[in-house]
């Protein structure tokens, strides 16, 4: 499972100080507010109501004082429209191929047993008793996958940085290099029995998807009035991409084993040669612009007064004329095409409001923005975050590797274990295709403690279904794995907007998938510990992370509900402080006009002073 499946918003808004420092302590809020002071003597216009436009970044390394102000980038309208809708229905398909694919673990394990791979691990007594995988060898494959899943969750840092740097062309050639290695490496390893190309063919396969899929976010600018709807459906096409193993599988079966899985990754290699094609045609060399340096480009084109040049003073009356027009046609043509864009202001005010709403609705915007990613990261809003992140991943990807093999002790039934099995393999990718579209209305509408509820609530059922041995429980269970599963990595990347900013959001949110990926490799030790200590019983595991899960759960969504409450308090504190004074001014000002004399239309007024002699 990969923490940058999903994101909720590739660029958003910072408040310019961190709504927190309204409740520290008084010590703690005055050396904040020193700190505040000491930025904001070097220039800075501060405004304690004014937000910053920034862009999301995965780049662990890059300072978070950038903002949009900058990024390059092609301008939409010098791209023909035909050409963009290429480029993005290239891109979605190249993510739905590609970039997930090793999350289809559970369907491929199957064909790994049958054709007979890591048998050589097993004992002569396990071959004697005609086993249908061995201890050793079902160690071996399971931790084929959590190097994969960890592989993908710790190559976002490379990725988001030589991304950010140098732009989605050289990601896409490195992607097609290490998908196409993979490949091969697969393939040779099916082929010669003495080559164990498995596990570093199934790293190059995750690291691919990573580059090929990171870049792919960018492409929704290419029609930004339109960009939510494709991000969804770049989102969507990495949750169905798990289903391509399950293709080569149904392949398999169907042919009785004929399309041995070596000509499956063979023919595999279409893939990166049609993407690798595709960016040398088509798809964009260098990123799009993206809305917020479309709205200042806008600005100047609606701003009339550079028609006006200081050169003008030189010209004649009919030539100054004739430029100034000229200058308006040429800035009225640019508003058009941006209008055409990003939309009409009537639109423009309608998504500025539903920002606002957004905002409002999280309850929590702004706790943490522009300060230190040092001082964010020593707050319980990050480490618990972090520590509920790393059990869900460690969760989550046992069960994908481990499922079959869950219910089969469980059920006591190879029939029903594979039907469970075969229903999750179609689930999976399904889960998150149709749960996508939903994830923003909920995450755009519900507040941050009341989503972290939902999911608290969710970990907590799956916990109590996990350890029912029936078959209705197995399918209700894969039921809520897959609904979870979306939800949570997308709340996640919203909570870490939300409250830390996107100015530190790669630094922060890097440390997370950093921190959960080294972590993950553990679940092969956790299936070890299924193996051996309780003889292949999965429920002790599920129970004991399940618990874990809920205790952390419980203290995230405490800490930050009395968090949201304090924030709320505070500021309608300061708002009923702020209508006070406003009305105090205006008497004031009032009571002064009063002792003023009144000079106008019928009125005496003395005579001016002359100075002239």
């Known amino acids: 499972m990969s923490l940058v499946q999903h994101v909720s918003q590739l660029e958003g808004q910072d408040r310019e100080e961190a ?10 809020r005055a050396e904040s507010v020193a700190r505040s002071e000491r930025r904001l003597s070097f220039g800075s216009d501060f405004d304690g109501t004014k937000s910053i436009r920034r862009l999301a970044s995965y780049d662990f390394l890059k ?7 900058n990024y390059g980038g092609v301008t939409q309208y010098t791209v023909s429209t035909a050409k963009r809708i290429a480029q993005v229905i290239a891109t979605v398909l190249a993510c739905w ?6 999350f289809g673990f559970a369907a491929l394990k199957p064909i790994l047993i049958q054709e007979g791979v890591y048998q050589e691990l097993c004992t002569p007594e396990e071959l004697e008793k005609g086993v249908e995988v061995c201890f050793e060898q079902d160690l071996r494959l399971n931790f084929f996958f959590s190097l994969a899943s960890t592989t993908a969750n710790l190559s976002a840092l490379p990725v988001g940085a030589l991304l950010d740097r140098y732009g989605p062309r050289p990601c896409f050639f490195l992607g097609c290099f290490c998908l196409a290695a993979g ?5 040779l390893a099916f082929q010669i029995d003495e080559f164990d190309g498995y596990i570093i063919g199934n790293f190059f396969l995750a690291l691919g998807g990573n580059f090929i899929f990171l870049p792919s976010f960018q492409i929704a600018n290419a029609f930004p009035k339109y960009a939510g709807t494709i991000v969804a459906l770049v989102t969507g096409a990495f949750d169905a991409s ?27 290699l279409i893939v990166p040669f049609a993407i690798l094609l595709a960016q ?3 798809l964009p060399t260098e990123s799009y612009k993206t809305p917020g340096q479309l709205q200042q480009k806008l600005e100047k084109a609606e701003d009339a007064m550079r028609d006006v040049h200081s050169s003008d003073d030189e010209l004649s009356d009919d030539e100054i004329w004739r430029r100034r027009k000229m200058r308006s046609n040429r800035r009225k043509k640019r508003q058009q095409k941006l209008d055409k864009l990003v939309g009409s202001p009537n639109r423009r005010r309608k998504l500025e409001e539903r920002e606002e709403h957004r905002q409002d609705a999280a309850g929590v915007w702004g706790a943490l923005h522009n300060k230190p990613p040092n001082e964010q990261m020593r707050t319980p809003w990050f480490y618990l975050l972090t520590l509920l992140t790393v059990l869900q991943m460690i969760r989550m990807n046992y069960f994908i590797a481990t499922v079959r093999e869950q219910y089969l002790y469980m059920l006591g039934s190879i029939e029903l274990a594979t039907r469970i099995n075969e229903f999750f393999d179609w689930a999976l990718p399904l889960g998150g295709v149709i749960s996508t579209p939903f994830l923003g209305i909920l995450l755009d509408n519900v507040s941050v403690p009341g989503v972290l509820l939902l999911i608290l609530v969710i970990i907590t059922v799956i916990g109590v279904i996990g350890s029912i041995a029936a078959v209705w429980a197995g399918y209700f269970n894969v039921i809520l794995f897959v609904a979870l599963r979306p939800l949570y990595y997308s709340a996640m ?3 870490a907007t939300k409250v830390f900013g996107y100015a530190t959001f790669g630094r922060v949110y890097g440390t997370i998938i950093f921190l959960s990926g080294v972590i993950n490799l553990s679940q092969t030790g956790i299936a070890a510990l299924t193996k051996t200590a309780f003889h292949g019983n999965p429920v002790p595991v599920n129970v004991f992370l399940a618990a874990a899960a809920f205790i952390v759960g419980v203290a995230l969504v405490t800490y930050v509900t009395v968090q949201t409450y304090r924030m709320q308090k505070k500021l309608m504190d300061d708002d009923a402080l702020t209508v006070t004074n406003t009305d105090v001014g205006s008497i004031m000002e009032s009571l002064l006009e009063e002792d003023e004399p009144q000079q106008g239309y019928g ?3 003395p005579p001016r002073q002359s100075y002239e002699y």
Not at 19 to 28: A, G, R
Not at 183 to 187: H, P, R, V
């Open 97 to 102: 191929f590609a970039s997930g694919i090793v």
């Open 63 to 69: 300072p978070p004082e950038e903002t949009v102000e």
């Open 19 to 28: 709504l927190v420092n309204l409740f520290l302590p008084p010590l703690e």
């Open 603 to 605: 009125s005496i007024a």
């Open 493 to 495: 990347s919203d909570y």
């Open 280 to 282: 040398l045609t088509f």
């Open 183 to 187: 490949s091969i490496l697969m393939s």
């Open 242 to 268: 798990a289903a391509i193993f399950l293709f080569a599988r149904l392949i398999y079966d169907a042919t009785d084993r004929a399309f041995k899985p070596q000509h499956f990754f063979l023919a595999y």
